[in-house]
Structures are given as C-alpha cells and as structure tokens.
T-cell receptor
Framework: GAGVSQTPSNKVTEKGKYVELRCDPI?????LYWYRQSLGQGPEFLIY????????DSGLPNDRFFAVRPEGSVSTLKIQRTERGDSAVYLC??????????????FGPGTRLTVL | GNSVTQMEGPVTLSEEAFLTINCTYT??????LFWYVQYPGEGLQLLLK?????DKGSNKGFEATYRKETTSFHLEKGSVQVSDSAVYFC????????????FGRGTSLIVHP
C-alpha cells in the first residue's frame, strides 16, 4: 500500500495568512505525529494523535497552531496568522500501534512552508 | 530533559571507506534508540533501532550498538557506497515514560566515487 502522503508539497504564503497542511497516514495506523523541521535541525515534535484524540500536544509552540484528526485517519495541521518564523518543513509520521517507545514511525515527504 | 548529540557534518568519504557517525544521548531510564536516514528528496525512514542495553541494530550493512555505560549509539558501516549519501538522524524515545521521540540535528554524509 501507499506510504504516508502530505499535501501540498510546497506552500508559500504571506505573513498573517491562515494555512492548512494535510497528512494521509498509512491505512490502519492509529498513531499519527506532526513534527517541524527547520534547516539544519532534526524534527521537532509538535503533536501526537491516538485515534481521533490528541494524546499529547505539548510541542505546539503557541495557540496559533492547531491540529485535528476527526475520523482517526487524515489529519490537518492548521496555522493561524502565520509568521516568518513558521517557515519550515512540516513532517507527518504514522505508526501501527499505541505510540510505544519501540514503535517504528513511517514519515511522509513533508510540506515545505514559506512565509513571506 | 532528553537530548541527542550528533557529530557535525558534512562527513565526506570516498567509496569503500569506513564510516562512523557518533551519537550520544542524555535521558532518564532506558530509552529505545534509533537511526533514521533521509535520502535526497525523500522522507525520513527508519534505518535501525535498539531497544535495550548491549543490543545491536543492523540494516543494509549499517550497525549501531546501544552502550548504556557511555550513553552512545554510534553508527558504523564497513564500506560505504555513493548511494549511502544522505542525512542521518539519531533519535531516542521512551525516556521517563514519554514515547515522544527526540531527534539529533542530523549528520550529512557525502560519498565520492
């Protein structure tokens, strides 16, 4: 089957605009993660879903960031009032089980967000 | 808090050379340790993992041994190929009851023919 997909692959927006980034996990994967990766850095955790609920959103930097997963599959990361500092690659990953420490996460190709 | 420190890149090698990429970590308890690889234009993918002390993870000729006494998980390969050129990320999870992974900054590997 297909891997994790993310759309769009690139998004350019203006400061202050609203953006939505979409993640399609591997079918049947209950755990879904969002990360942000800045240039020259490793992925930085944002939020983790187990099914439909956000099990851990401690990595969201502020209340401009929000994510949903209403049916337990596709997830959308929403950023309000974008700032230039939000420019980064946003990664999504999914895993089969319950987010245990040994789970293998499967990553999507990422969405490159540029805020002008 | 948890942290992962990797050697800075880029690491530049000739084909068939021996590779070591150093990784050390700070964590409580007994985390699981991972190496991920990101080939140009592709997403991160798991290369290997080890879940307890003295375990050795291996895949595609790469190896790493979980050394709790030195809090290290160095990545090695005996003979690199041009196709190994990529960015390699060391990561941990499962520290202090948290399953949220912590990643290092990544080390770029460039292999010349």
């Amino acid at each position: 089957g297909a891997g994790v997909s993310q759309t769009p692959s690139n998004k350019v927006t203006e400061k202050g605009k609203y953006v939505e980034l979409r993640c399609d996990p591997i079918s049947g994967h209950t755990a879904l993660y969002w990360y942000r990766q800045s240039l020259g850095q490793g992925p930085e955790f944002l939020i983790y879903f187990q099914g439909t609920g956000a099990a851990d959103d401690s990595g969201l930097p502020n209340d401009r960031f929000f994510a949903v997963r209403p049916e337990g599959s596709v997830s959308t990361l929403k950023i309000q009032r974008t700032e230039r500092g939000d420019s980064a690659v946003y990664l999504c990953a999914s895993s089969l089980s319950t987010g245990g420490s040994t789970d293998t996460q499967y990553f999507g190709p990422g969405t490159r967000l540029t805020v002008l | 808090g948890n942290s992962v420190t990797q050697m800075e890149g880029p690491v530049t090698l000739s084909e068939e050379a021996f590779l070591t990429i150093n990784c050390t970590y700070t964590a409580t308890g007994y985390p699981s340790l991972f190496w991920y690889v990101q080939y140009p234009g592709e997403g991160l993918q798991l290369l290997l993992k080890a879940t307890k002390a003295d375990d050795k993870g291996s895949n595609k000729g790469f190896e790493a041994t979980y050394r709790k006494e030195t809090t290290s998980f160095h990545l090695e390969k005996g003979s690199v190929q041009v196709s190994d050129s990529a960015v390699y990320f060391c990561a941990l999870s499962g520290s202090g009851g948290s399953y949220i992974p912590t990643f290092g900054r990544g080390t770029s590997l460039i292999v010349h023919p």
